[in-house]
């Protein structure tokens, strides 16, 4: 498997770091994981067969864990996770009806 590199290309006025999460914020001194192990609803991952092989730390936006946890809202996602293989087969499925009508339209033309 090769590895794919990420590059950011966040512009000089951005603040923000460019290792943000994309399904929410961490309080300073977690460790962002991503897949299904982390709690988080990335099928993305595990379905494209991805390995983390960085693991960032977040930075104390408020001085200590305490104090970043304290001050900050969270918010519980839920999503409903999808199986790209059943996906992949209804669209293969999608494709050959469309096909099979293409070809039965064309002998209609022919014939008439």
């Given at each position: 498997m090769s590895k794919i590199n990420e590059v950011a290309s966040n512009s000089?006025?951005?603040?923000a770091d460019s290792g943000e999460p994309d399904t929410g914020w961490l309080p300073g001194g977690d460790v962002r994981t991503l897949g299904f192990e982390s709690g988080k609803p990335e099928p993305w991952y595990h379905q494209g067969q991805y390995e983390q092989v960085d693991f960032p730390v977040a930075s104390f936006i408020y001085g200590s864990k305490k104090e970043d946890s304290k001050?900050?809202?969270?918010v519980q996602k839920?999503?409903?996770?999808?199986d790209m293989d059943s996906v992949i087969k209804d669209l293969d499925l999608e494709i050959?009806?469309?096909?099979?009508?293409?070809?039965i339209m064309y002998k209609?033309?022919?014939r008439g």
């Amino acid at each position: 498997m090769s590895k794919i590199n990420e590059v950011a290309s966040n512009s000089a006025n951005y603040g923000a770091d460019s290792g943000e999460p994309d399904t929410g914020w961490l309080p300073g001194g977690d460790v962002r994981t991503l897949g299904f192990e982390s709690g988080k609803p990335e099928p993305w991952y595990h379905q494209g067969q991805y390995e983390q092989v960085d693991f960032p730390v977040a930075s104390f936006i408020y001085g200590s864990k305490k104090e970043d946890s304290k001050l900050a809202y969270k918010v519980q996602k839920q999503t409903k996770v999808v199986d790209m293989d059943s996906v992949i087969k209804d669209l293969d499925l999608e494709i050959e009806e469309l096909m099979t009508n293409t070809e039965i339209m064309y002998k209609d033309i022919k014939r008439g």
